[in-house]
Nanobody, 120 residues
Framework: QVQLVESGGGLVQAGGSLRLSCTAS????????MAWYRQAPGKQRDLVAT???????NSADSVKGRFTISRDNTKNTVYLQMNTLKPEDTAVYYC??????????????WGQGTQVTVSS
């Protein structure tokens, strides 16, 4: 089993910055893709950004140029640096990870979510 624990959410004014962190723990063999998703009230969960174990990244058009995803493989941690925040970025942000076991089985895990609120 793998657990994902997020931190770093909070309340910030428009134009401000926040940095989210998510650390994986448990019986880890190999974590491949990691990502951040977000879900605003009454809306579906949307992909924000992804990063491979090799560091290749991709992000949603709505956050390009403002959000940066990164990871530290030695700490099994993924980060989301969020700059120039807008009220429409308000959502619960979820961490996601794909874990490969020693036997080659693949499992997906989610964090519990962290609230980000951007005031205008």
């Amino acid at each position: 089993q793998v657990q994902l624990v997020e931190s770093g959410g909070g309340l910030v004014q428009a134009g401000g910055s926040l940095r989210l962190s998510c650390t994986a723990s448990g019986s880890i063999f190999r974590i491949t893709a990691m990502a951040w998703y977000r879900q605003a009230p009454g809306k579906q969960r949307d992909l924000v950004a992804t990063i491979t174990s090799g560091g290749s990244t991709n992000s949603a058009d709505s956050v390009k140029g403002r959000f940066t995803i990164s990871r530290d493989n030695t700490k099994n941690t993924v980060y989301l640096q969020m700059n120039t925040l807008k009220p429409e970025d308000t959502a619960v942000y979820y961490c996601y990870a794909t874990h490969i076991t020693s036997r080659g089985y693949e499992y997906q895990y989610w964090g519990q979510g962290t609230q980000v609120t951007v005031s205008s």
